[in-house]
């Protein structure tokens, strides 16, 4: 199983995917998560510690260079870069969660260099395509990622949405074009949702209702705030993750 996920900026989807991580690996599988948010924060949210010794691969451009073949003042580089053992050099662990610190994939006009970029996306290509690891992908906030194409390769997207309508529009541009990048499976998920009335504006708003909704977590906002893992913070929290991950068995398996 290969989950995205993507969302207006704030609307907590580091947090959902820090606790869908976590039900997923008490159920007993293997868990990779890959953070490829351009400030990532997936490490402070299951817990790992010195996170300010962490460079996101992205930002190590000496190495990702020297992995593209490319030669100072030469045009060319290798577009089938060696990336198999990159894995292993790169990834963390906590409490049996695997964690790799990607880092955003940017466009040539964004600033990032061609080969660069070329060994990030075969990187990622390669995670993608592990068939014995559950993996969850925690993509940059809106929408231009999905224009790039970057993660054609999953099993499906979670939309985290707030009750607002500017979230609520942000999640159906992220749908649009998700389907215009061939994602076979989009669902929207409800994060800080008080009451009925929120799930039924975000209902109306969407045109369905979200596969679970989370409450406002005050528990896991003090967690955060003191630098604490998120994962066990809130039990309820925890409990509508359970539900998240048995929703996307089920329909994974359809």
């Not at 870069?81 to 990834?91: E, H, I, N, T």
């Not at 940017?106 to 990622?124: D, F, I, M, S, W």
């Not at 068939?131 to 099993?155: F, K, N």
């Not at 409450?215 to 066990?232: L, V, W, Y």
Request: charged share 25%.
């Amino acid at each position: 199983m290969k989950i995205a996920i993507s969302g207006k900026g704030g609307v907590g989807k580091t947090t959902i995917m820090g606790l869908l991580a976590r039900q997923t690996q008490k159920s007993g599988r293997e868990v990779l998560v890959i953070d490829a948010d351009p400030s990532p924060h997936m490490a402070q949210a299951l817990g790992v510690e010195n996170i300010g010794d962490i460079t996101p691969i992205a930002e190590m451009k000496k190495m990702l260079t020297d992995r593209s073949g490319k030669v100072e003042g030469s045009p060319f580089y290798n577009i089938n870069p060696k990336v198999d053992d990159l894995p292993a050099q790169y990834m963390l662990e906590k409490d049996g969660v695997k964690l790799m610190v990607l880092g955003a994939i940017q466009t040539a006009e964004g600033g990032c260099a061609c080969p660069e970029n070329t060994v990030l996306k075969r990187l990622l290509t390669r995670l993608l395509l592990n068939p014995t690891q559950t993996v969850l992908l925690d993509m940059e906030a809106g929408v231009e990622h999905l224009g790039r194409g970057t993660i054609a390769g999953v099993d499906g997207l979670l939309i985290v949405v707030i009750p607002a309508m500017s979230s609520v529009r942000t999640g159906l541009k992220i749908r649009k074009l998700a389907r215009e990048s061939g994602i076979p499976r989009i669902y929207f998920v409800g994060n800080l949702v008080a009451d009925e009335e929120d799930e039924l504006f975000l209902a109306d708003g969407l045109g369905e209702r979200p596969l679970v909704c989370f409450p406002d977590s005050n528990r896991i906002r003090k967690a955060e705030r003191a630098g604490m893992p998120i994962t066990e913070a809130d039990e309820a929290m925890n409990g509508v993750a359970a539900q998240l991950l048995a929703g996307l068995t089920e329909l994974m398996q359809k």
